[in-house]
């Protein structure tokens, strides 16, 4: 983990302000482009199984999580790799087997933690996009109450990797490009394991097809866990309900029982 000078708390100020004049989602009849940019603004969601596994995988069973019976179970999903696998190093793929079985107490999810990128875009929750007249763009998460800006000017590092890292932006054309750098590498990318250190950097693009679709890909590159870079891609769809909004998912009571088992144990007892 590096340590350097503090850059600005004002963002996050500014952030919170924004979330909150925000409320629900722009109506479907927006402009087209802003600034002469396509116009991103919208809530948007994957509809896929990527959150519980990138790769592609069969319907399995959760013997270990409770009496929930079909409930309780993992849908099978197509690769959203392309290519199909993820081109782990041999040391590397050990850890994710590691991960995969110590799962879910040792998923960061589980945890509340910050999802981290690109793991937060195909979460199973919709995320927000804003942009407008100015050149930053904002994103924001139900999940552990997340958010990134797009940083479109301000390539400087950060002083401290951290679970979301720094996503910096240009626009290629008409396309959204977003380099993250500087996470943490704690986070997962899925339910079965899936890994970086915090050497990645993450590669995204934005292509908006229409007012409904966006065509989404992540090139993750990281010589340290992987032989490669490889990359995801699937469709991001914008919600077009009247009532479209985010909700919040403020998880860490949901994590205490995790977090703290042998201490509630413990008073138990006593």
Sequence with gaps: MRYRSTPALAIAAAVVFVIGAAGAQTPPNQ??????RPNFSGIWQALNTAYWNLEGHSAQALDDVGQLGAIGSIPAGTSVVRGGTIPYRPEALA??????AKWPAADPEARCYMLGVPRVTYHNMPF??????????LMVYPFAAANRVIYMK????????SWMGKSMGRWDGDVLV??????????????????ASNTLTVTERFTLLDQSHIAYEATLDDPQTYTRPWTIEMPLYRLIDRQAQLLEHKCVPFADKLLYKDLLEKGNKE
């Design 31 to 36: 402009p087209a482009r802003v600034a002469g």
């Design 95 to 100: 850890k994710r087997n590691e991960n995969r």
């Design 128 to 137: 927000q996009i804003f942009q407008g007249e100015g050149d930053d763009l």
């Design 154 to 161: 301000d390539q400087s590092e950060l002083p401290v990797d």
């Design 178 to 195: 977003v380099t993250t750098k500087w996470q943490n590498g704690e986070s997962w990318f899925d339910r079965a394991g899936n890994y």
